[in-house]
């Protein structure tokens, strides 16, 4: 057997150490590039400077390459949770930034980092729930909807997180999660109908699915498709479709028993909006991003800078959709807005942009799109379905370039930036960068 020598020893710590912070930042939804040029640079901080750093979806390799003639030293994590705590991504990447501007030692990083991985969330599993049942009531009144809609948007979505709370805690997979709380979404606007209330179901579906549209994975996909990361981009764009899936699954399989049953869930339009509501809507995506933030255990000093870049990615589409201009490019530039903003309220915080990102790019989520692609296809229109599944798309796509793109002109040009990142292409939302030594 061979034993490692002392300096293998202390590499494989320090990798350990690196990998350890990898799986908070992957974990996350934090994209591939990010990692990478995190973990290089905490290795590099910790005195090894020869590191390779390869990531997948589900796992995450170092190398530390010692000499030509000599074995190299590897360590591989796998990350098979994924679960948003943008709190511990934040403490990890000020942890990361404080140990490659020399303001810790390597000891009190990796002492820190242990704190970091066994601290509590933020908020208590209550305030979670309501905070996403707040969301989906917010996202009721952006749409139009009245006092009875943002009510039952409010209690279905209790409902379907405890839903998904339930069965994460027995193991199964996000899908079955979004199926069951999709098909129940559409069966509380069954019921709503079938005792002839005046609702618009369709306001109801889309505030009740808006929780589970996997927003965030999705900017992580055009991420790391943008930064080269191409297996890990496909990766999370099947995970998209999987998780999308799920959520039409259960919204066409109770549909087809609505239409058995005789129950019409007609296609409506979202209600006309004029000038005087815009100061509700503003106030409503605000309350939805926020909303978002804590039910992403977002750090506290972040919720009301998330609130105004809710607003803000807001404002825009709204001013660029007076225009009548394409949904998606409305959208697109909207959210080049977003990410701008975004940029600037997480550097002056000291955040990753990626925590105001994820809440903000909420109330423009297609929600509505989709339940109504879904609609005509249970009405048999599969013309107009599938059009308007592919307009959903194609909004979705444009949300997350378009963020992706107002953090990267965000970001100044810097001169000190390591061989790493000049490497490493696109725009990076989460990570340190060295200074340069004077």
């Not at 490659?100 to 009190?108: A, K, L, M, N």
């Not at 490497?423 to 060295?434: D, E, H, T, W, Y």
């Amino acid at each position: 057997m061979h034993l490692p020598e002392p300096d293998e020893r202390e590499a494989y710590r320090v990798l350990d150490f690196a990998l350890r912070a990898g799986e908070v930042l992957l974990s996350g939804g934090v994209g591939a590039a990010d990692v990478t040029a995190t973990l290089v640079l905490l290795a590099r901080a910790c005195g090894l400077d020869r590191v390779v750093c390869e990531v997948t979806f589900t796992s995450i390799t170092l190398t530390y390459v010692r000499a030509s003639d000599v074995a190299p030293v590897t360590s591989v994590r796998l990350v098979q949770v994924r679960a948003p705590d943008h709190t511990r991504v934040t403490e990890v990447d000020n942890l990361v930034t404080d140990l490659v501007q020399q303001r810790v030692t390597p000891e009190q990083a990796m002492t820190r980092l242990e704190e970091i991985r066994r601290a509590r969330h933020p908020y208590r599993r209550w305030a979670v729930t309501a905070s996403r049942a707040a969301l989906a009531a917010a996202i009721a009144v952006l749409l139009g909807g009245g006092a009875l809609v943002t009510v039952a948007a409010f209690a279905t979505t209790v409902v379907v997180d405890r839903i998904a709370g339930a069965l994460g805690a027995r193991g199964l997979p996000d899908f079955y999660a979004n199926l069951l709380g999709a098909a129940f979404a559409t069966t509380v606007a069954m019921g709503l109908i079938a005792a002839e209330l005046d609702v618009r179901p369709s306001l109801v579906v889309a505030s009740g699915i808006v929780l589970l549209l996997p927003g965030i994975t999705l900017v992580g996909s055009v991420q790391d498709a943008i930064s080269g990361f191409l297996l890990t981009a496909s990766a999370r764009a099947f995970e998209v479709f999987v998780l999308a899936a799920g959520i039409v699954a259960g919204v066409a399989g109770v549909l087809s028993v609505a239409d058995r049953l005789g129950v019409s869930l007609a296609v409506n339009q979202p209600p006309e909006t004029g000038l005087a509501d815009l100061p509700a809507q503003f106030l409503a995506a605000g309350v939805a991003a926020a909303a978002a933030a804590a039910g992403n255990y977002a750090p506290r000093r972040t919720i009301p800078a998330a609130a105004v870049a809710g607003a803000l990615g807001w404002g825009a589409f709204r001013g660029l959709d007076h225009l009548d201009l394409n949904p998606a490019l409305s959208t697109g530039v909207a959210a080049v807005v977003l990410g701008l903003g975004a940029y600037v309220f997480a550097h002056r915080q000291r955040v990753p942009p990626i925590v105001l990102v994820a809440a903000g790019i909420i109330p423009l989520l297609p929600g509505l799109t989709i339940y109504r692609g879904m609609l005509f296809l249970a009405s048999g229109d599969t013309g107009t379905g599938f059009l308007l599944l592919s307009q959903a798309t194609s909004i979705g796509l444009a949300l997350a370039a378009g963020v992706i793109l107002g953090s990267f002109l965000a970001q100044p040009a810097r001169r000190e930036l390591q061989r790493v990142e000049r490497r490493i292409g696109g725009p990076r939302m989460v990570g340190a960068l060295r200074r340069r030594k004077a």
